[in-house]
Every structure is written in structure tokens, then in C-alpha cells.
């Protein structure tokens, strides 16, 4: 298990890495799930304290997995075997979300067992392969097993938070101190992720393709919101609402998609390798404001459906504000991979807040909730179009003054 080329050319995800991806698919996608019944429910606060604790442990495990695949995947029998078990864990850490969110729903404990094993399963995979590395790999010795010990130091602390009856104040604090361990750990073992060979251009794809799988709950979430509303098995029943949902939530999913492609992160990553940390870690925040998004619009289904306690504000703030996490997220890790700044991006920025906000607002004035949804859907648009007529300009002077500071990484 030597390092990789980082300039390997024609690095692509490899098949083994598509079909890990897929059982992320069912964790994000149960969460979303749990999130969107929660909140229809009325229990605002407690489903958002679940899905961000959710989807915090769901990021984390795949970027630790992506990142050392991109510097050591050898894709021979040992590695695919570890890798298996690491999807082993992902089954069982699905299987634990259901209840979590309802005992974060009750307020009395939380009940996080099946998740940490299935976390624990996971991680203990990961420190096997950092072992075959340390061992196979004199130059990565060091960080190889910088890693371990930290990883094996955080996955004590989760099976104390897990198997333990602490006080649920004490369970959240300490949940919060292993997150923060859990992200600083490649700066703790490896530097700003700088200490392994990653691939830019590979790294870079990874990440769009698990944009792309958190995006697939947009569908999902119009699927749902939409099959009753049809009549639901068999129905051809169209109305208005019915139209409006599959039209806003295939449109937001697509400008979601759209304005996501509009930043080239592997050329940029190229030249900006000490950026990789805040590349690989910002991205939890926008991973949350995707997955968000079609569970609001799976809540939205539901409210028409007349299956919430929610007024429609609630409702329709139940999708802007995952969608403005989303492009905020975009437009800052833009910003802060390049080190520039664009007065251009703070009026898109704006106009898209506006929109969202004007959403909101017709919602609390009493406009359908499906006119609110279109609306909504305008808001990935607003950068769209921005950046077909003039940012792409922009953008390509901001990426060459990027080459001519910093030739390589």
C-alpha cells in the first residue's frame, strides 16, 4: 500500500468507491426521512437537533474513507475486504437512526447504540487500512499512526457516550467534544490534509458525486410529497398542488445541482492543496443544507397532505432554510478556496436571500404553499443565471490570478 501519484492522470472514483457511496444513500436518505416526519410532527427543534447529528456522523465517516482512498486505494483483496466492512457499519448505523430520533424526540436520554456501533465498525476499518499503510509505507509511518491513535482515542469516547447512562446535558456535551476531535483529527495527525498524497482532481469528484447522492433526496422528497397528493398508488389525479411540487422540486433539485458545478474545485485544488482541510471539512455544512432540502420538501408533501401541525411559514422555512445553508456554503468555500473576493458574488448572494425570504414571507401572508415552493425554487437560479452572463467572466480572471500565485499547490 504505497502512496498514490496526486498527479495521476485520468483519476476517476473507482467502481469499489460507487458502490461504498450506496450505502450512504440509505443513511442520508433514512435521515432525511425521520428528519421530515419529525418536524411535520411539530417537534421542530428536537428533528433538527437529530438530522445535524446525524448527518455530522454520516459526512465524517465517508470523508474519511474518501480522502484515504484518494491517497492509498490499491483496490486488491485486503482493501476491498476492510472496505466491505466499513459498509457492514454503514447498514447498522442506518438501522440505529430511526431510534435516535425518537429519543431525541421523548427528551429523555438519547439513544445513540446501534449508531456507535456501526461508527465504531466503520472506524476500526479505517484504522486497519491506516495500519496496512504505516506498515507498507515508511514515508507515511508517521501519520499513518497519528491517525490510529486519535481515531482509536475518539471511538473510546463514543462507546463511553454510547453504552454509558450519562445525564442527556452531559451525553450532548460530550457528543459535542468528540465532533470537534473527529474534525480536528487531520490536523492533528497530518497537518491541513496535507500529509497524505491525495489527488485534487479525484478528491474533487468524489465530493460531487456525494453532492450529487445527497441531491437525490430532492427526488425523493418530491416522490413522497407528490404520490398522495396523485392519488397515490394508481392516481391520476393532477391538481395544482400536485403540478407545483414536481415542478419545484425537480427545478430546486436541478439548480441545486447547477450551481454546485459552477465552481471548477479540482482545478482549484490543484493550486490550492493547503486548502484540502477546509475543502473536505466545509463541506459538511452544505452535505446538510442538501440532504435538508428535499426532506423539506418531503415536509412540504406532507403539509398538503394535511399530515402536519405546522403553520405554512413553518412549512415553507422548512426548505428555504436549508436551501440558503446550501448556496451560502457555496459561495464561501468559492470565496475562501480562491482568497478572493467578488462584490458581483455578495449581490447574487443577496438577491438570493431576498428570494427565499419573499417565500416566506407570501407564506405568512396567506399565498398557497405550492406558489411559495416555486418561488423557493427560484433561489439556486438567481447564481445560475449570474453566472451564464457574466461570473463565468469572473470567475476565469479569479483562476488565473490563482495560477500565477500559486503555479502548484
Excluded at 5 to 18: A, N, Q, W
Aim: glycine share 12%; hydrophobic share 55%; with cysteine.
Amino acid at each position: 500500500m504505497a502512496g498514490r501519484d496526486p498527479g495521476e492522470s485520468g483519476r476517476v472514483s473507482s467502481p469499489l468507491e460507487l458502490l461504498f457511496d450506496l450505502t450512504f444513500v440509505v443513511a442520508v436518505g433514512t435521515a432525511a426521512s425521520n428528519f421530515a416526519e419529525m418536524f411535520a410532527g411539530g417537534h421542530v427543534g428536537a428533528s433538527i437537533t437529530a438530522f445535524v447529528l446525524a448527518m455530522f456522523a454520516i459526512s465524517i465517516a465517508w470523508i474519511s474513507f474518501s480522502w484515504f482512498a484518494s491517497a492509498f486505494a490499491t483496490d486488491d483483496w485486503l482493501y476491498r475486504l476492510l472496505t466491505m466492512v466499513q459498509m457492514i457499519g454503514v447498514v447498522i448505523f442506518s438501522l440505529g437512526l430511526p431510534a435516535m430520533f425518537r429519543s431525541v424526540e421523548e427528551g429523555e436520554h438519547l439513544e445513540l447504540r446501534a449508531i456507535v456501533i456501526g461508527y465504531v465498525v466503520m472506524r476500526v476499518a479505517m484504522v486497519l487500512q491506516w495500519w496496512r499503510a504505516a506498515r507498507e509505507s515508511p514515508e507515511f509511518r508517521r501519520v499513518g499512526f497519528a491517525n490510529i491513535r486519535w481515531t482509536v482515542i475518539a471511538q473510546i469516547g463514543w462507546v463511553v457516550v454510547g453504552f454509558t447512562s450519562l445525564p442527556l446535558a452531559a451525553v450532548f456535551v460530550a457528543f459535542g467534544l468528540l465532533a470537534v476531535m473527529e474534525v480536528a483529527l487531520p490536523l492533528l495527525a497530518q497537518g491541513h490534509a496535507g500529509g497524505t498524497p491525495w489527488h485534487p482532481h479525484h478528491v474533487a469528484e468524489r465530493y460531487s458525486l456525494f453532492a450529487i447522492i445527497t441531491l437525490g433526496e430532492g427526488v425523493v422528497g418530491t416522490v413522497a410529497s407528490s404520490g398522495d397528493l396523485l392519488g397515490g398508488e394508481g392516481g391520476t389525479h393532477w391538481t395544482f398542488d400536485a403540478v407545483a411540487i414536481v415542478i419545484a422540486g425537480v427545478g430546486l433539485t436541478f439548480g441545486m445541482w447547477w450551481v454546485y458545478f459552477t465552481t471548477p474545485f479540482g482545478e482549484i485544488l490543484v493550486h490550492r492543496r493547503s486548502r484540502g482541510y477546509l475543502f473536505g471539512y466545509g463541506h459538511i455544512l452544505l452535505f446538510i443544507g442538501v440532504a435538508g432540502a428535499g426532506a423539506g420538501l418531503h415536509v412540504a408533501g406532507l403539509h398538503l397532505e394535511h399530515h402536519t401541525e405546522l403553520g405554512d411559514a413553518a412549512v415553507v422555512l422548512a426548505l428555504a432554510a436549508p436551501v440558503g445553508l446550501y448556496l451560502l456554503m457555496v459561495y464561501l468555500l468559492h470565496t475562501l478556496l480562491l482568497s478572493a473576493k467578488d462584490p458581483f458574488h455578495l449581490l447574487l448572494i443577496a438577491l438570493t436571500l431576498v428570494v427565499l425570504a419573499v417565500a416566506v414571507v407570501l407564506s405568512a401572508a396567506g399565498v398557497a404553499i405550492s406558489v411559495c415552493l416555486l418561488v423557493v425554487m427560484l433561489a439556486p437560479f438567481v447564481t445560475v443565471v449570474g453566472y451564464e452572463l457574466v461570473g463565468y467572466r469572473h470567475q476565469r480572471r479569479m483562476l488565473g490570478e490563482l495560477a500565477a500565485r500559486h503555479p502548484e499547490g
